[in-house]
């Protein structure tokens, strides 16, 4: 790479900031363009769960590994973000599935990701809160969680206030957020937002997410295929619920979608329950540090998307958690759709040059929230 000295980044959403985290670290001065006041795309709409459990095997473990110490150094200097390193447990709701989080406890790098099987009254001794029906848990003790809609701010917080800088040639580097600009045009080592200023940088890192059809749209509209395709979610946040969950919770539907149960007892498990199938939904609930519990999530991968969100999940959503917790959930406060982009090929994420000194990174999918402080290192590496 050529000698970098200030970095754009475009897109203010957790790839975005963990560019400008990585940029300054190296001692890069760095301009941060947001089209909003605020991130306002899938970083804000997640649950902030820091996901090692649910991780393909090779690659992709090593990735959100190497993420979640990543996110674990941040918070030391960052506490605001919410970091903590809670677990999680994924309950299987019969035998096939407790078999199957069985199978994942005994692969080779179970230690790694602090698998362990527990039945179902050990579970409930580490979590109190679930006083519901299961059959039985997989642990793991390397996920953790965020606070979605803390973090980018307090980053960026952290980053104005010039701390944790090298000292480098005696000129520290600086830290600009300028939202409101909505990035209309890139050059060679530079963008033009939509008042018509120019920003010049040694290199651009263009993040802006799920925006497919905006600056990054020429870049991914190429190929045989798009190498990209976006998927929309289903997400609510309750009142704050009256007790503590001591870790994040999965249900035996997650067990269908995520890689790291990829293995040959999936094969046996029974086809979702209507309502979940109908909207690819599996069961992830967080405490947030207000007590309030963020629900979700369903999966929809056709376009147009709906505008509006189907009840028919959140009602799936509701009576699953309910089971689980064998108590009824506080009342519904918020319920939201987010998109994220997500690569088609065997990448974990989409990286390419654009232009001379123009990088446009997206595409992790659901782990970009876990990944992107790993994301961003490998740019400047
Ligand atoms: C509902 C939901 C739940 C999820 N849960 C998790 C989870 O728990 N754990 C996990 O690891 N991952 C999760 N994910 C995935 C994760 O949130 C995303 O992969 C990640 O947030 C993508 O970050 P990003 O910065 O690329 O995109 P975004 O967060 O969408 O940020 C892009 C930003 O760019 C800005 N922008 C776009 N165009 C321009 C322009 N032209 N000029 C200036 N700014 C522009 C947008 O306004 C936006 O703020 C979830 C995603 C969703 C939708």
């Given amino acids: 790479m050529e000698r970098v000295v200030v970095v754009v980044v475009v897109g203010g959403g957790v790839l975005g900031t963990m560019h400008a985290v990585s940029a300054r670290r190296r001692g890069l001065d760095v301009l941060h363009i947001e089209r909003e006041p605020e991130a306002r795309g899938a970083s804000v709409r997640n649950f902030g769960l820091i996901w090692v459990s649910g991780r393909a095997p090779g690659p992709e473990l090593s990735l959100a590994l190497r993420a979640r110490a990543g996110w674990e150094e941040l918070a030391a200097e960052v506490p605001g973000l919410g970091f903590r390193p809670n677990g999680s447990l994924t309950l299987a709701s019969d035998d096939v599935e407790l078999r199957l989080l069985k199978e994942a406890a005994s692969q080779p790098d179970a230690a790694v990701r602090g698998f362990e099987f527990l039945d179902a009254a050990t579970a409930r001794e580490i979590n109190p809160a679930l006083r519901g029906e299961f059959a039985g848990a997989l642990r793991c003790r390397r996920d953790g969680a965020v606070e979605p809609r803390l973090a980018l701010p307090a980053i960026r917080e952290h980053l104005q206030a010039g701390a944790g800088q090298p000292a480098g040639d005696g000129q520290p580097a600086g830290y600009r957020w300028l939202a409101g600009r909505e990035v209309a045009e890139i050059a060679p080592h530079a963008v033009r937002d939509h008042t018509g200023e120019w920003h010049h940088g040694d290199l651009v890192v263009i993040a802006t997410g799920a925006n497919h059809t905006g600056i990054a749209g020429q870049h991914l509209a190429g190929y045989p295929k798009s190498p990209v395709r976006r998927v929309r979610l289903q997400m609510m946040q309750t009142a704050p619920f009256d007790g503590r969950l001591t870790t994040s919770v999965a249900d035996g539907d997650s067990l269908r979608y995520y890689p790291a149960f990829d293995l040959p007892g999936r094969a046996r498990l029974a086809p979702q329950a209507p309502a979940a199938a109908a909207t690819a939904a599996q069961l992830l609930l967080v405490q947030r540090l207000d007590g309030s519990l963020t629900i ?18 959140y009602d799936h959503l509701r009576t699953r958690a309910e089971r689980l917790l064998g108590s009824p959930l506080p009342p519904t406060q918020r319920r939201w759709a ?44």
Avoid: K, N, W
């Fill in 338 to 381: 987010g998109v994220y982009s997500q690569v088609t090929g065997t990448d974990l994420y989409h990286r390419s040059q654009i232009a001379p000194g123009v990088i446009l990174v997206t595409g992790p999918g659901g782990r970009g929230m876990t990944c992107a402080p790993a994301i961003a290192e490998e740019t400047f590496t």
């Fill in 296 to 313: 979700g999530d369903t999966h929809e991968y056709d376009e147009p998307f709906a505008f509006d969100v189907h009840e028919d999940a």
